[in-house]
């Protein structure tokens, strides 16, 4: 018990004496001191007295997929640093393969009284991925919000990159330069985000037969070497990846086949995580907005906490074509 208070004391800045106080339900302490006090034993991983638990903390989870991708780390910056400038601690977790699940992270969240959640990336951007946590979530009337397109019918707020607009930008970058055959490197047939980019290039194309210029992947370079190896060995001068690291996999392909890029093949990537310009060739890539993004996600999930209703409209941000090394004129222009 001592060390106990020792540890929630030295957390919040204060003595031990208020952190007895405060854990033995006494008056005489400021509400700003109280919060602080229930906010570092959660995050420390100490149970609540009972007579305390049913009182949410100043605690907001942010549940992302991975770290290895570099956008993810990105958007974890600016959402911790803005719930934190709000008054809330952040806590994130991240899921390794192999390792706990997203719905056994949000058990875990929910047992250390969090005031709302943030998702990015996680099982709701997969058609066939498990999505009862989530639905636990709205019986709880946790405040949620999810970050790029996922299923619908879930009933939280939502901000995206308006996919659409990105394929268009990268298809319409390679069409100005002259390639003509242009394939497309997605994730998974049940990954939304590509399905909603799928869809965008097959109208803006025109195209009768998709599945010749479209390749699947996990999202991990070599599968998308694998991937995009495919649609060079067929013709393809220009590739459209959904994400960057799909785009780094789609240069090593055509390096092992004796290409160059973007000589031969051109390569368009998207999100313009760190180190892009590091690259080689610096991609080409479809930038989007995280800082905007992540931003509007906190304002969403502060909105609720304070008592105000869910927005159901998904918020759409558009992003921005970002030209460098690996794109260039279609072999012979």
């Known amino acids: 018990m001592t060390k106990r208070l020792t540890e929630v004391a030295k957390k919040a800045g204060v003595s031990e004496a208020t952190v007895s106080r405060v854990l033995n339900g006494r008056g005489g302490v400021a509400e700003a001191t109280r919060t602080a006090v229930l906010t570092a034993l959660d995050v ?68 250390h009284q969090v005031s709302g959640l943030i998702f990015a990336g996680g099982s709701y951007a997969f058609v066939d991925a498990p999505h009862d946590h989530y639905r636990r979530l709205t019986d709880r009337g946790l405040p949620v919000v999810l970050v790029n397109a996922g299923v619908d019918g879930l009933g939280f707020a939502r901000v995206s990159t308006d996919d659409a607009v990105a394929v268009e930008q990268a298809y319409g970058h390679l069409r100005s330069l002259g390639h003509e055959r242009i394939g497309l490197v997605l994730g998974p047939e049940g990954h939304v985000p590509s399905r909603r980019k799928l869809d965008a290039i097959v109208a803006a194309a025109s195209w009768a037969d998709a599945a010749k210029w479209v390749e699947r992947s996990s999202f991990s370079m070599e599968g998308a070497r694998v991937a995009a190896a495919r649609l060079i060995e067929r013709g393809v001068t220009g590739i459209v990846c959904a994400s960057d690291v799909l ?87």
Do not use: W
């Not at 905007?292 to 927005?311: K, P, R, S, W």
């Open 44 to 111: 420390l991983g100490y149970e609540r007295p009972t007579k305390l638990r049913g009182e949410r903390a100043r605690l907001v989870g942010l549940v992302l997929p991975e770290l290895q991708n570099p956008i993810f780390p990105a958007l974890a910056e600016v959402v911790t640093g803005s719930l934190a400038q709000r008054g809330f601690t952040p806590a994130l977790v991240a899921r390794t393969i192999g390792g706990v699940s997203e719905a056994d992270y949000v058990e875990m969240l929910l047992d």
């Open 247 to 333: 785009a780094l996999g789609a240069i090593r392909a055509a390096r092992r086949l004796g290409r160059t890029v973007p000589t031969d093949v051109s390569v368009v990537g998207f999100d313009d995580s760190a180190f892009m310009t590091c690259t080689d060739p610096p991609l080409t890539t479809v930038r989007q907005p995280i800082e905007t993004m992540g931003q509007a996600a906190v304002d969403l999930l502060v909105t609720q906490i304070e008592g105000a209703g869910v927005l159901h409209d998904e918020l759409l941000f558009e992003p921005e074509l970002v030209v460098r090394g690996s794109t260039a004129p279609a072999p012979g222009r």
